[in-house]
């Protein structure tokens, strides 16, 4: 059993920065690929970025591609997500997640574990 708890949202001007942190607890944590997605009001959730297991491969949407930066210390049972030039358009709450598969194409899909979310306001 893994629980995941987010934390480092806030409220940034366009073009600043963020860090999340997402804090993991359970011994397997450190064995499973863990993503980050967001939902905005009225959207569905979506696919933001992902990290293997190992932290040697790491995958990204394009919308966020080149801004933000996964990261994870499996020693420490934690993982983040460095947001750069953030826009209005990244305006979500933020899920830590954990336990999902990665494809060949490099797909993460969400797994079981999830946290319960932080808020991210970019303000224009």
């Known amino acids: 059993q893994v629980q995941l708890v987010e934390s480092g949202g806030g409220l940034v001007q366009a073009g600043g920065s963020l860090r999340l942190s997402c804090a993991a607890s359970g011994r397997t944590f450190s064995s499973y690929a863990m993503g980050w997605f967001r939902q905005a009001p009225g959207k569905e959730r979506e696919f933001v970025a992902a990290?293997?297991?190992?932290?040697?491969?790491?995958y990204y949407a394009d919308s966020v591609k080149g801004r933000f930066t996964i990261s994870r210390d499996n020693a420490k049972n934690s993982g983040n997500l460095q947001m750069n030039s953030l826009r209005p358009e990244d305006t979500a709450v933020y899920y830590c997640?954990?336990?999902?598969?990665?494809?060949?194409?490099?797909?993460?899909?969400?797994?079981?574990?999830w946290g319960q979310g932080t808020q991210v306001t970019v303000s224009s």
């Open positions: 997640n954990a336990g999902g598969p990665v494809s060949s194409s490099g797909t993460y899909s969400p797994g079981k574990y």
């Open positions: 990290i293997s297991w190992s932290g040697a491969s790491t």
